[in-house]
């Protein structure tokens, strides 16, 4: 079966953004679905007052998702955040920054962690897309 999927990448920050890897990993996480996202990396005031104004936590985060229907997202990313994280954990920019994309898609699907094992099912199906796209988590 053939699935019609987009993605838009906009970047509103100094970093260099690695497009093909997400695009390579939006196409493995989304083979059996049909979705249309919008992916924004914005800075780290921007990602901190959406986090508040969405969320209610006046405090930074590396990734909110945001369905916009039954077939479309957005999802914004703070590579601020993301660079951090990535030299606390040994790992590239590049591979942050797909595991976060990675993240944020589960959340358009469905995949929470608010319990134990929903965190469980969702870090699986993450380990899974990254092992499938060969990314280092």
């Not at 993301?82 to 993240?103: C, D, I, P, Q, W």
Request: overall charge positive; hydrophobic content about 40%.
């Amino acid at each position: 079966m053939f699935h019609n999927n987009s993605l838009a990448i906009t970047n509103r920050t100094r970093y260099v953004i690695p497009r093909s890897l997400l695009e390579r990993v939006f196409r493995i996480a989304v083979k059996h679905h049909t979705i249309d996202i919008s992916v924004v990396f914005v800075g780290n005031c921007t990602m901190k007052a959406l986090n508040k104004q969405w969320r209610g936590k006046d405090a930074q985060t590396n990734v909110l998702a945001f369905p916009l229907g039954k077939t479309q997202g957005e999802i914004v990313i703070n590579p601020y955040q993301a660079e951090r994280e990535a030299k606390n954990t040994g790992v590239s920019f590049a591979m942050r920054a797909a595991y976060l994309f990675v993240h944020g898609l589960l959340h358009l699907q469905g995949y929470n962690h608010e319990r134990e094992k929903e965190a469980e099912k969702m870090e699986k199906k993450e380990r899974e897309i990254m092992q499938n796209a060969k990314i280092k988590m």
